[in-house]
């Protein structure tokens, strides 16, 4: 059986897994280990099984629970080389680590994986393409924009968690600072509603067959807003898809690949 679930997914924290044959992939690692390994447990797993951690960039709210968590696990650490300069000095020693430069290809066991640069502010920030054919998923979060070339990178994949981020007018009307403002709706911030929209609407004119709506900002998007953005334009279309939510701090629905 395959299947990919989301363990959270926000600001306070991202983490995915994807669950193959023998693998089982942690992408991202943000919340803490003991969070980490009760969601794994309400799926029947543990920190223990894991045989990969794949990491997307270096921001705390997808590394922060690395430095307990590669202590109670084998699994192979997998990032960029900016990446694990960005975190080599909080990690144990001794870690087994898989580094490459994002566009490689990798192998994680039977598990084929693309990795894809991205523009967001974070040295050798990525996403992964997992696995091939009906069972493939690409984890599309913290992006800044979508080139031509990562586009092509996920297209035709049954799955995509893509970012929805915020509403472009509750972002301006809401109490961050200017420059944090400016920050996020630039190329190496976030991802909007409308443009992941249109985002979608390509995809699912590619292949792609579910959507999964991830790293909502809690201050400025609501889980409507995301969701009417998405379908909306899907409908406009006349594209459909099933499009859901990947939940902030719980569980998402497990996805049978």
């Known amino acids: 059986m395959t299947y990919f679930c989301t363990l959270a997914s926000g600001s306070e924290g991202n983490c995915y897994v994807y669950v193959s044959g023998r693998q089982r992939i942690l992408v991202d690692a943000g919340k803490n280990t003991r969070y980490i390994n009760q969601r794994l447990g309400e799926l029947a797993l543990s920190v223990g099984d894991l045989t990969h951690i794949l990491i997307t960039h270096s921001h705390s709210d997808h590394v922060s629970a690395l430095p307990v968590l590669l202590k109670h696990t084998r699994a192979t650490l997998v990032c960029s080389h900016g990446t694990f300069t960005a975190i080599a000095s909080r990690l144990p020693c001794g870690v087994p680590v898989t580094l490459f430069q994002p566009g490689e290809e990798l192998a994680l066991g039977e598990i084929p994986a693309k990795t894809f640069s991205t523009s967001h502010d974070a040295p050798g920030s990525c996403g992964y393409v997992l696995g091939r054919g009906a069972e493939q998923v690409a984890v599309c979060t913290d992006l800044g924009t979508m080139s031509g070339d990562l586009f092509e990178t996920i297209r035709g994949s049954g799955t995509v968690l893509l970012e929805c981020n915020h509403d472009v007018q509750r972002l301006w009307n809401g109490p961050y600072p200017y420059p944090l403002k400016q920050r996020i709706l630039s190329d190496r911030g976030h991802l909007s509603n409308a443009f992941s929209a249109k985002v979608a609407v390509r995809l699912c004119q590619t ?3 579910r959507l999964l709506l991830a790293h909502l900002s809690a ?6 807003l995301a969701l009417s953005a998405v379908r909306g334009a899907l409908e406009q279309a006349g594209l459909e898809a099933h499009v859901a939510l990947a939940p ?8 049978l690949l």
């Open 248 to 255: 902030r701090s719980a569980l998402g629905e497990p996805i």
């Open 207 to 209: 292949g792609t067959r």
């Open 219 to 224: 201050e400025n998007n609501t889980p409507q």
